[in-house]
Nanobody, 114 residues
């Protein structure tokens, strides 16, 4: 079973930055798409950013220009660089990866204070 380990969450003030990391281990297949989702209290989980095996990226309109997703295939790791953070970015952020199946991380809390 593929295991995902997330790190980098925390508490920052508005305008600050955080970098999330997610390491996937145990995959016996090539990892295709990797992405980050988030879920705020009382809200549905939403896509934040995704990146394909060919490094094509997609971003939610609310984060475009502020967040950057990247991946290191040699390390089976996906990153999310978050700049100019806003209070509305506060949520639990979940890593998602897929090979022949889909796997989810446990989530890491990001809190942005005003």
């Amino acid at each position: 079973q593929v295991q995902l380990v997330e790190s980098g969450g925390g508490l920052v003030q508005a305008g600050g930055s955080l970098r999330l990391s997610c390491v996937a281990s145990g995959s016996r297949f090539m990892i295709n798409v990797m992405g980050w989702y988030r879920q705020a209290p009382g809200k549905h989980r939403e896509l934040v950013a995704s990146i394909s095996s060919g490094s094509s990226t997609d971003y939610a309109a609310s984060v475009k220009g502020r967040f950057t997703i990247s991946r290191d295939n040699a390390k089976n790791t996906v990153y999310l660089q978050m700049n100019s953070l806003k209070p509305e970015d506060t949520a639990v952020y979940y890593c998602k990866v897929g090979d022949v199946r889909t796997y989810w991380g446990q989530g890491t809390q990001v809190t942005v204070s005003s």
